[in-house]
Structures are given as C-alpha cells and as structure tokens.
C-alpha cells in the first residue's frame, strides 16, 4: 500500500546502535516504515549505499538490523552494475527507501548516469516513501553544505529537486555547518532551507512540510530564510518519537 502522498523523511538520523546487531532501526527509520502503510506483510525497505561506493558489509548489517525487526531489505547497488535493467521497476517494488552517508556529490553524479534519479522521482510520485540520513537526506532537495569536495565545507547545488529547498544536516554536531548554510541563503547560492539537529527528521508530503520528528530528547530543526542581504533562522520544534 503506497503511501496518500509523495512522502519524504529527511534526517540527520535513522540507525542507532543495535541490542545484538552492529546496526539498529532507530524511531526515525521505523517511522519512514509506518509512513508507507504496510499491513498483513513485512515492510520492504531498498538501501541505497552509493554515497560510500556500496560497501557489502554494510549491506550485510543493515539486512541483518532489518531481519531483526521484521523488514526486508533489498540493496539498490550500482557497483560493480546496477540490480536490474529497469530501476524504476526496482525502486517501486519497494515500500520505502532508505539513503546511506556519504558524498552526496558522487551520489547525484552516479544517480544520474545510471537513471536512479529519474527512477527514483517516478517511486515518489507513486507513493514509495523516500528518506535518508545526511547525504540521503541532501539529495532530495535542491542543495545544501557537504564535505563531499574536501576537509572544507562547500555548497553543493545540484541536488535532485524534489524538494524546492536547501538543506543543512549535523547542524549541531558540525560547528562550521549552520554559519555556511546561512551565508549561503543570504547571499543566493541556495533557496530558503531546512535544517536538523542530530536525530531529527523533516516529514514531507509533496513539497510541504508536515512534521518535525525527533529520536533524541531536545533536538530541533530550523528553518532559514532570506531577509535582505542576510538570513534569519527559526527554531522548529519535534515531537519526540518513542523507540
């Protein structure tokens, strides 16, 4: 059952520490789960690992978090070739999909020369629900800040759209993140953004935002808008999740 509306959940979250496992579905990846509406059947989660060139014990920990809750996890892998000739198919047979850390620079570059970009579009229109953590989280909107270039931050601005946003992710773990993200909306280079916090989601249907959600107590998001020649940030609170 595809989700009522084109849904994303963009995080600075989503994998906690597992109870017998490296990995652990935190409350932000479980609540992508429950936004696409699964009944009567284990959940169908795509991986996708391309923002650290696919590695296979990744995979292997994040299917084995997933078998201990009940959710199948299929890994979209474009190294050392994609899973299937038709990825739109791939991506749609899914419930959710879930996008790893990483370089959100080669991310989009890979994406686009496969297809996965368009694939991954037409899985939002059809009600997949999208979401990540970090470079899985800048990709969806039209930009934002990224090490992917180098040690210093820098704008990346050719992210896939689906959201008319900026994005900042690490805001309060990554000291140099929230002043480029706001210099960066102040003078142009990126549109009006949305930001979180450690363990904090931004719930999307269509292109509003409908929900900030948290798995940490005391965590935020913001919104940063352009005023003038500067930007002006807003707080934003988040409903705590529960485990």
Not at 113 to 124: E, K, P, Q, R
């Amino acid at each position: 059952m595809p989700a009522d509306r084109p849904t994303i959940v963009a995080t600075s979250g989503g994998l906690v520490r597992g109870e017998r496992t490296l990995y652990g579905f935190g409350p932000l990846l479980h609540h992508l789960l429950e936004r696409a509406g699964v009944t009567g059947r284990a959940p169908v989660l795509c991986h996708v690992g391309t923002a650290m060139g696919d590695e296979r014990w990744r995979n292997a920990q994040l299917s084995e978090a997933g078998e201990a809750v009940g959710v199948v996890v299929r890994h979209c892998n474009l190294f050392p070739m994609p899973p299937s000739a038709d990825l739109a198919d791939y991506v749609g047979s899914c419930d959710a999909v879930w996008v790893g850390g990483g370089s959100v620079a080669n991310l989009l570059a890979l994406w686009r020369l496969h297809g996965l970009d368009a694939a991954m579009a037409s899985a939002w229109r059809a009600g997949v629900v999208l979401g990540g953590v970090s470079a899985g989280s800048l990709c969806w909107h039209v930009g934002g800040t990224t090490d992917s270039f180098g040690p210093e931050l820098a704008p990346v601005t050719n992210g896939l759209g689906l959201l008319p946003y900026a994005n900042g992710v690490h805001y309060d773990s990554e000291a140099r993140r929230r002043p480029l993200l706001q210099a960066l909306v102040a003078d142009g280079t990126l549109p009006d953004a949305y930001a979180t916090d450690d363990g904090v989601g931004l719930v999307y249907e269509g292109t509003d935002l409908v929900e900030v959600v948290s798995e940490v107590d005391g965590k935020a998001a913001y919104r940063v808008t352009r005023a003038g020649a500067t930007a002006v940030e807003a707080r934003l609170e988040a409903r705590r999740l529960t485990a």
